[in-house]
């Protein structure tokens, strides 16, 4: 088996590990206590920042304001002809910092994975994932990747570009985590006489509540256009808010 190295067990990075032991040996480096346990737990090495940084494959499965010093940290060990990867969920960043930071000779693929492990409880069959080649990667072997992602563990993968992710995701996630940011602050919400509609959209909060304040701001503050789609949004609140007040004066 090749080797894998996850730099970062926590929930991600974990749920990564166990999808992918089957085929690498995976190993892994994380200073938590808690990343110790699941490691015992599984059964899976931890070793030092170096050694993870050897492996054929390399992912980086760190918060996105880690991932230019965890890049610094590994450009003296990598191996020519390795791969690295990303899992954030913004794109041009990593990118420009993965291109910068990282030896010529080393391949560089963004991927970002449209769900979490709360999403991934029941089964990782169709849930989406992009992949974006940065440097290194022809269409032979984003191709490649794509099938065995698809094949083995049942995703929907799909080939991007940073620019056309961020500027898809600023909407796609900057609009969900800010609504559910809104609607979790208005607990406690009916459980009883609801409709379908507001049920879906509960739901569509629980997916996301349990995710990290550091992946909330990366969303909202780390992507380029992430400002721009939420001006939109507010303008067109502050629009209607401004329309029913109106109507409602002439009302009374």
């Given amino acids: 088996m090749q080797s894998l190295g996850v730099i970062g ?14 085929y690498f040996e995976i190993k892994a480096t994380d200073p938590s206590a808690e990343a110790a346990i699941f490691a015992d737990e599984h059964n899976i090495p931890l070793v030092t920042l170096e050694k993870c940084a050897q492996c054929k494959y390399v992912v980086l499965a760190v918060p996105i304001l880690q991932i230019g010093p965890v890049v610094q940290a590994i450009a003296p060990f990598v191996q020519a002809g390795s791969t690295v990867f990303d899992v954030a969920s913004v794109k041009l960043g990593p990118a420009r910092q993965m291109q910068d930071g990282l030896p010529n000779n080393v391949c560089i693929i963004g991927t970002h994975p449209l769900f979490g492990p709360q999403s991934a409880k029941t089964g990782m069959d169709g849930l989406k994932i992009a992949i974006c080649p940065i440097r ?52 406690p919400l009916p459980d009883r006489q609801t409709t379908l509609s507001f049920d879906l959209l509960v739901q569509s909060m629980q997916l996301v509540q349990g995710d990290s304040e550091a992946l909330f701001r990366a969303i909202e503050q780390e992507n380029p256009y992430s400002s721009e789609v939420r001006d939109r949004f507010f303008e067109l609140i502050d629009q209607l808010r401004t329309d029913l007040e109106r109507d409602q004066g002439k009302i009374d």
Wanted: no cysteine; hydrophobic share 40%; net charge positive.
């Fill in 9 to 22: 067990l926590g929930a991600f990075g974990q749920l990564l590990a166990q999808q992918l032991r089957p």
């Fill in 136 to 187: 290194g990667a022809g269409p032979t072997r984003v191709r490649h990747l794509i099938t065995f992602l698809n094949q083995n563990l049942k995703l929907d993968a799909y080939a991007s570009d940073p620019d056309t992710h961020d500027h898809d995701m600023a909407m796609v996630q900057g609009l969900t985590h800010l609504v559910a940011k809104v609607l979790h602050q208005m607990k």
